[in-house]
């Protein structure tokens, strides 16, 4: 139990165009996902906090109107990159927590979407 | 500020026992996690533990000292699969993951 899947694996795409990242929980119920980024070589940096039925929590340093974040079921958020250049090619990895597990705190993770901007 | 610190690069030998060692200080602690990252793939879960002392899990142990802000995950009977980045993740009051760089650990033969 508990997985979470990402679609697309990896995507190529063209310096300010946008693209959209899902993140679903396949057998679990998530309010609460959570979006990262990761560059090569280093460790996971938290973009968004992402609500069910609410706005997204972004932390310092992302932009909103950039990564738009819709959560919009209790298993499914997307991040859609907008206008995409080629800094934002990065490793982007969603993860959710359990509804039925609160008193657990632990996140399962999605297998990533490797984003390549040219 | 928050912090986690656990060592960039490890060495140990195929058989043998080695310990990646972390430190922490956040805004509160909601316990302390240990995930394994393969290159190129996403985190996956080893360990939690919330409350001081060992957690044993087959050839992987996580021990915890709340007082001293330090953890460790401990992997016996190293397999060269084990090779990997080992994160420690402390998630803190407001109940997010506050990461470290990662340890990424090399097995020889």
């Known amino acids: 139990g508990a997985v979470v899947s990402q679609h697309p694996s990896w995507v190529i795409c063209k310096s300010g165009t946008s693209v959209k990242i899902e993140c679903r929980s396949l057998d679990f119920q998530a309010t609460t996902m959570f979006w990262y980024r990761q560059f090569p070589k280093q460790s996971l940096m938290l973009m968004a906090t992402?609500?069910?039925?609410?706005?997204?929590?972004?932390e310092q340093g992302v932009e909103k109107d950039k990564f738009l974040i819709n959560h919009a079921s209790l298993t499914l958020s997307t991040l859609t990159v907008t206008s995409a250049h080629p800094e934002d090619s990065s490793f982007y990895i969603c993860s959710a927590r359990d509804n039925g597990r609160e008193s657990y705190n632990e996140q399962f993770f999605g297998p990533g979407t490797r984003l390549t901007v040219l | 500020g928050q912090n986690i610190d656990q060592p960039t690069e490890m060495t140990a030998t195929e058989g043998a026992i080695v310990q990646i060692n972390c430190t922490y200080q956040t805004s509160g602690f909601n316990g302390l996690f240990w995930y394994q990252q393969h290159a190129g793939e996403a985190p996956t879960f080893l360990s939690y533990n919330v409350l001081d002392g060992l957690e044993e899990k087959g050839r992987f142990s996580s021990f915890l000292s709340r007082s001293k802000g330090y953890s460790y995950l401990l992997l016996k009977e190293l397999q060269m699969k084990d090779s990997a980045s080992y994160l420690c993740?402390?998630?803190?009051?407001?109940?997010?993951?506050?990461w470290g760089a990662g340890t990424k650990l090399i097995i020889k033969p």
């Open positions: 992402s609500n069910e039925g609410s706005k997204a929590t972004y």
């Open positions: 993740a402390v998630m803190d009051s407001n109940y997010q993951l506050i």
